[in-house]
């Protein structure tokens, strides 16, 4: 009996990354982030959150950008 090894060609081709970017694309995106404050409602996650709002704002949304990008290049 012969195991072959056999891997996921499909995950890994142009198509899936540019879906996996326009993801993260949504995930990334800074009008969620009152989304994310109800779900880290309490805690040290909430009180950074809280805190440095603006800074994760900012971050969010250049990492946005960038994965929109990387979207629309391969997608396109």
């Known amino acids: 009996m012969t195991i072959r090894n056999q891997s996921c ?3 890994f081709d142009s198509k ?3 879906y996996l970017y326009a993801v993260l694309t949504a995930v990334f995106c800074p009008c969620h982030l009152p ?3 109800l779900f880290i409602g309490s805690g040290a996650a ?3 959150f809280a805190q440095h709002f603006m800074l994760l704002a900012i971050t969010l949304g250049v990492l946005s950008l960038i994965s929109f990008a990387a979207a629309v290049r391969i997608l396109l």
């Open 16 to 18: 899936g990354k540019g």
């Open 35 to 37: 989304l994310v404050g």
């Open 46 to 48: 909430s009180a950074l």
């Open 9 to 11: 060609t499909t995950c």
